[in-house]
């Protein structure tokens, strides 16, 4: 009876401090376990959405890089930047689109670095009569095809760059959209400003 009366006596004069003290307990063990909860919950989010976001990111890159190259033959395919081959001229439109015949393939395509916007009234007949019908070195930039177009240098000998011949004949106008790191942006910058200090062709007139 002495210790259950003495218990009996502490338990009525504590009552309300032990209560609370349970109560105080019970919320922070509360409170940690929503915190750690939640703080992984947005750790493990921010790693998803980040894995999502490089996704997103590469499968963008992968676009914008990609171009359709299956209107080359095979051996225009593994030409590196820079690299030549040879193939044939048959014929250039009004809009100065070559057309050219690799192996048993024709293939449209467009001079790098030239702006036909702008051309002479007999530009267009003067190419045609520099290479229609003749066998012609062409290579690449890093781009080789854009918007369903190879994207050429043509070589009329071992060292001129036709591109640049005919902008330095004022035949034509550089391309603005052209990059300054394409292989070649340096004598086609070049041409353009010797016709442009000459006033050659379209500068003269």
Do not use: H
Not at 22 to 40: E, Q, T
Not at 70 to 92: H, R, S
Not at 128 to 148: A, P, R
């Amino acid at each position: 009876m002495y210790y259950s009366n003495k218990f009996g006596f502490y338990l009525k004069q504590y009552s309300t401090q032990i209560i609370v003290g349970i109560v105080c307990l019970v919320i922070i063990a509360s409170g940690l376990f929503l915190y750690f909860k939640i703080n992984n919950n947005t750790q493990t989010s921010t790693v998803v959405s980040g894995s999502v976001e490089n996704t997103n990111e590469a499968t963008n890159n992968e676009v914008n890089v990609t171009e359709d190259e299956t209107i080359l033959p095979d051996e225009l395919k593994a030409l590196e930047p820079g690299q030549k081959a040879t193939v044939k001229v048959a014929t250039i439109d009004e809009e100065g689109v070559l057309v050219l015949i690799s192996g048993d393939k024709r293939i449209n395509a467009k001079m790098i670095g030239t702006d036909f916007s702008k051309e002479l009234p007999d530009t267009v007949y003067s190419i045609d009569e520099d290479l229609s019908g003749k066998y012609i070195d062409i290579s690449f930039d890093e781009t080789k095809v854009s918007n369903g177009y190879a994207m050429i240098y043509i070589y009329s000998d071992e060292t001129t760059l036709y591109n640049a011949q005919i902008l330095k004949e004022g035949k034509l106008v550089l391309d603005s959209n052209i990059s300054k790191k394409a292989l070649e942006y340096n004598k086609l910058a070049e041409s353009q400003a010797y016709a442009k200090q000459t006033l050659a062709g379209v500068w003269g007139q």
